[in-house]
C-alpha cells in the first residue's frame, strides 16, 4: 500500500483524468453519437422490414381465406339455387299433372253430359219417329179398316185421349 | 531505456548469477513504473565502456514556485543533474527532485527520498501513450462515425471489426446492467473507457515497453470518474437503498440496531466499489508486466540456449494469454462500471432483479 502511494504520480493522474474526460466528450459529440444513430437507425429499419414483411405476409393469408370464404358462399350459393330450381320444377311438373287432370275431368264431364243430351235428343227423335209410324200405320190400318169418317175421328179421339194420358 | 539494461549480454558476461537477478528485478521495477523520456532500448558500447540509449526525450513540465518546461534530454536519463533557472534537479526511481548542483538525495529511515519533490506534469511517457491513444481513438472511430454516411448506413474498413463490439458493449454490457430506459446516457463512457483501456493494454504487450494501465495513477483516474458518474445520476431509490436498504417493512426500533452496522458497510461500498475496479486493472495489467518480464529476464539469468529457449517458449504462451487479459480486463471494467450504473440508476421496481447480482460481486 505505502509502495502504491509513492508510486502515485500527481502529473500522471492530472494528465490521465484531463485527455480521458476531454476524448470522452470529443468521441460521444463526433464519434459514438453517429455511430450509435446510424446503428440503431439501421436496427430499426431492419426491424421495420420484417414488420412489413410478416404484415404482408398475414395480409396475404387473410386474403387467400377470404378468397376461399367467396368461393365457399359462390358454392353454397349455387347449390341454394339448384335445389329451388330442383323445387320449382316438380312443382311446376305436379301442377301441370294437376291441371291436365281437371282439364281431362272437366272434359270427360262435358262429354258425358253431350252424350247425355244427345241421347235424350235420339230418343225424343225416336219417340217422334215410332209415333209418327205408328200414325202412319196406325192411319193405313184404320183407313183400311174404317171408311167411316166420324167413326174413325172417334176412335182417333180417343186414343190420343189414351196417349196423351200416357 | 534502463540504465541497467539487459539486453547486451557482452560487459556483463563476468557478473554472478545473483548480481544478474538483481539486474533483472530492477529492470522489471523500473519498467514497471513510469519514465521521463521515450526510451526503446540502450546498450553499452564494448570498446568504450559507454552506454547509448536509442529513444526520444519528452518535455518535462514543473511548477516549482513558477512554471518550468524543458526537455527531458537535460537528465541525461537520469544520470545527471539538470539545472534550470537556477534550480537543480535530478530524477529518482522516475521521480523529480529538488536537488543541489552535486545531485545529493537524502533518505529518511525506510529508504525514502526526503528532497522536495515539484510538482510534476511533464509529458512522461504514460502521458505520451495517453495521448497517443486518445488521437488514434477518435480518428479511428471519427472515421467509422462517418463511413455510415458514406455507405449507406454500413460501416467500412475496419469499423466493420469495431462496430460489433460496439453493439456488444451496447446490448450485452450496457442494457443487460442498466436497463433499456437509462443506458444511452452511459453509452459514451462505457464506449471510451472500454476501447480507451482495450488499446493501452494492447500497447503495453508491444516492444515499445509501456505500462500505462498498469500505473496507479491512470485506474485511480478512470475509476474516480466512475465513482463520479455512479454519485451523481444516483436515483432516490439507489440512495434509499444505502440508507434505508429494509425499507418500510419494519418498525424503525427494529430496524435501527441493524443500521447501526448495514448503513456503514452500504457507505463503505459506495467507495469499495470503485476503488476494487481501480485495483483489479493495475494488479492485473502489473501482475503480466512482471510475468513476462520475469520470464524474459530469464534469458539473461540462464544465458545459455536450453533456458533461452525454454524462457522464449513461455514467454511466448504467457503473451498470447496476455493479449486474453488485455481484452478480458478492458471487458470487466467496462462491465462492473455498467453494473454500477445500474446500481445508481434503478428504479425501484427493478431493485429486487438485482439483488442476486451484488451477492456474487
Known amino acids: ?166 | 531505456m534502463s540504465a541497467k539494461s539487459p539486453t547486451k549480454q557482452g560487459a556483463s558476461s563476468e557478473d554472478t548469477r545473483s548480481e544478474r537477478k538483481q539486474k533483472v528485478k530492477d529492470y522489471i521495477a523500473h519498467h514497471l513504473l513510469d519514465s521521463h523520456d521515450f526510451g526503446l532500448f540502450s546498450y553499452t558500447d564494448e570498446v568504450t565502456q559507454q552506454k547509448h540509449h536509442v529513444g526520444f526525450p519528452l518535455p518535462i513540465i514543473l511548477w516549482d514556485g513558477g512554471l518550468k518546461v524543458f526537455s527531458s534530454s537535460k537528465f541525461h536519463h537520469g544520470e545527471t543533474v539538470a539545472q534550470v533557472d537556477g534550480n537543480y534537479y535530478k530524477i529518482e526511481h522516475a521521480k523529480i527532485y529538488k536537488t543541489d548542483a552535486k545531485g545529493t538525495i537524502t533518505y529518511d529511515t525506510s529508504n525514502h527520498p526526503t528532497n522536495i519533490a515539484p510538482l510534476d506534469f511533464s509529458i512522461t511517457k504514460g502521458v505520451f501513450m495517453i495521448l497517443i491513444t486518445a488521437f488514434l481513438m477518435f480518428f479511428l472511430f471519427k472515421s467509422l462515425a462517418k463511413s455510415y454516411g458514406a455507405n449507406a448506413g454500413i460501416a467500412s474498413g475496419a469499423g466493420r471489426f469495431f462496430e460489433p463490439i460496439i453493439t456488444y458493449i451496447r446490448d450485452d454490457i450496457a442494457i443487460a446492467n442498466i436497463g433499456e430506459g437509462k443506458y444511452k446516457k452511459y453509452m459514451p463512457f462505457l464506449l471510451t473507457v472500454f476501447f480507451f483501456i482495450w488499446f493501452l493494454n494492447m500497447f503495453g504487450l508491444t516492444p515499445l515497453g509501456i505500462n500505462v494501465t498498469g500505473n496507479i495513477a491512470v485506474t485511480t483516474a478512470l475509476a474516480l470518474i466512475v465513482f463520479i458518474i455512479t454519485t451523481f445520476t444516483g436515483t432516490k431509490d439507489y440512495w434509499k437503498h444505502i440508507f434505508d436498504p429494509l425499507g418500510d417493512g419494519m418498525p424503525w426500533a427494529g430496524k435501527i440496531f441493524i443500521y447501526i452496522i448495514l448503513v456503514p458497510i452500504e457507505i463503505l461500498g459506495i467507495f469499495i466499489k470503485p476503488f476494487a475496479l481501480l485495483i483489479r486493472l493495475y494488479a492485473n495489467m502489473t501482475a503480466g508486466h512482471v510475468v513476462l518480464g520475469s520470464l524474459l529476464g530469464l534469458i539473461y539469468i540462464f544465458q545459455n540456449w536450453i533456458g533461452g529457449t525454454l524462457s522464449f517458449g513461455l514467454a511466448f504462451a504467457i503473451s498470447l494469454i496476455e493479449i486474453l487479459v488485455a481484452l478480458l480486463q478492458a471487458y470487466i471494467f467496462t462491465m462492473l462500471a455498467a453494473l454500477y450504473f445500474g446500481f445508481a440508476s434503478e428504479t425501484h421496481e427493478h431493485a429486487e432483479e438485482h439483488d442476486g447480482e451484488i451477492a456474487h460481486l
Not at chain 1, 37 to 46: L, M
Open chain 1, 1 to 166: 500500500m505505502e509502495k502504491l502511494i509513492n508510486e502515485f504520480s500527481v502529473g500522471l493522474f492530472f494528465w490521465q483524468a484531463v485527455v480521458f474526460i476531454l476524448l470522452l466528450f470529443l468521441l460521444k459529440k463526433y464519434a459514438w453519437g453517429p455511430i450509435l444513430n446510424s446503428v440503431n437507425e439501421r436496427e430499426q429499419g431492419i426491424k421495420d422490414a420484417l414488420d412489413a414483411a410478416q404484415k404482408a405476409k398475414l395480409e396475404m393469408a387473410n386474403l387467400q381465406a377470404d378468397n376461399e370464404k367467396l368461393l365457399q358462399e359462390a358454392r353454397a350459393e349455387r347449390e341454394t339455387m339448384l335445389k329451388e330450381a330442383r323445387q320449382i320444377k316438380a312443382s311446376m311438373i305436379a301442377g301441370a299433372k294437376d291441371e291436365a287432370q281437371a282439364e281431362a275431368s272437366k272434359a270427360i264431364a262435358g262429354a258425358q253430359a253431350t252424350i247425355e243430351a244427345e241421347k235424350k235428343a235420339a230418343v225424343a227423335e225416336l219417340k217422334q219417329t215410332v209415333s209418327s209410324l205408328s200414325i202412319s200405320i196406325a192411319e193405313k190400318i184404320v183407313k183400311s179398316e174404317l171408311s167411316n169418317k166420324d167413326k174413325q175421328l172417334e176412335l182417333v179421339e180417343s186414343m190420343l185421349k189414351d196417349a196423351n194420358v200416357n
